[in-house]
């Protein structure tokens, strides 16, 4: 694979609307060289014979099953609120009325 060039960090940069220095297009220019030709080697190492998987070791369910628990009533879940109202959260506007739909 041949290496990133200067060029085409400066044209990833633009990309990613990322401003960079003269210096740091070198820099990360070897530095993804680097990744790339990793990327590369794995790519090497996977045979066709091999499944593909998510994960190193096989996994069951590793979720709880869901349980019902009784929640909060508004009255408990409104105690640390700065400011209620109608049992609601108040929370200082943002919008302009208009704005709002």
């Known amino acids: 694979m041949a290496a990133i060039s200067r060029e085409e960090v400066a044209h990833l940069a633009r990309l990613s609307r990322l401003a960079v220095t003269e210096e740091e297009l070198d820099t990360f220019a070897g530095q993804l ?36 628990v009784p929640g ?21 506007r943002i919008l302009d009325e208009d704005v709002a739909s």
């Open 33 to 68: 060289d680097v990744i790339l030709q990793a990327v590369a080697q794995v790519g090497e190492v996977a045979a066709a014979d091999i499944p593909p998987t998510s994960h190193s070791v096989p996994l069951t369910n590793v979720l709880r099953d869901d349980v019902v």
């Open 72 to 92: 909060l009533t508004p009255a408990e879940a409104l105690s640390g609120a700065p400011d209620a109202e109608q049992q609601r959260f108040r929370v200082p």
